[in-house]
């Protein structure tokens, strides 16, 4: 059984009316809600520079929503952020590496970065072979 509290907090509506609950809410009223969040999210992600998001502890893995959001909202603009992205960590990348390995770098995330960021988008078509 959901949980009561969760499913009956009030929601605030696009317009700022308070008070629909998500007991009052279709599935697909619900539905529209996440992905008008999740635009909403992207655009502000959208706001932040190539080169600041490589430079960002997530490397650019704030976007890992948008693979599979894209599937049921494409967005050409973010698409191609997406892939001035992938330019700026390819730069990074080159600027950074010896021999492949970054340079007293967090090890740890750049597989994160390739497994959820990078093979994603080129699969997708924004990637480039470089």
């Not at 599935?27 to 809600?33: H, S, Y």
């Not at 740890?108 to 997708?124: C, D, G, S, V």
């Amino acid at each position: 059984m959901p949980n009561a509290t969760r499913n009956s907090a009030p929601l605030r509506t696009p317009g700022g009316v308070e008070g629909v609950s998500y007991e009052q809410m279709t599935v697909d009223e619900l539905r529209v809600r996440f992905l008008d969040r999740v635009d909403q999210y992207l655009a502000g992600e959208a706001t932040k520079s190539p080169q600041w998001q490589v430079q960002s502890h997530e490397a650019g893995g704030a976007w890992r929503i948008a693979f599979s959001h894209r599937r049921l909202r494409p967005n050409a603009a973010f698409d191609l952020h997406m892939s001035h992205i992938m330019r700026a960590r390819w730069d990074w990348a080159k600027a950074n590496f010896f021999h492949g390995f970054p340079d007293e770098a967090e090890v740890h995330h750049e597989i994160e970065i390739f497994n959820y960021f990078q093979l994603p988008l080129y699969r997708a078509g924004q990637g480039s072979r470089d």
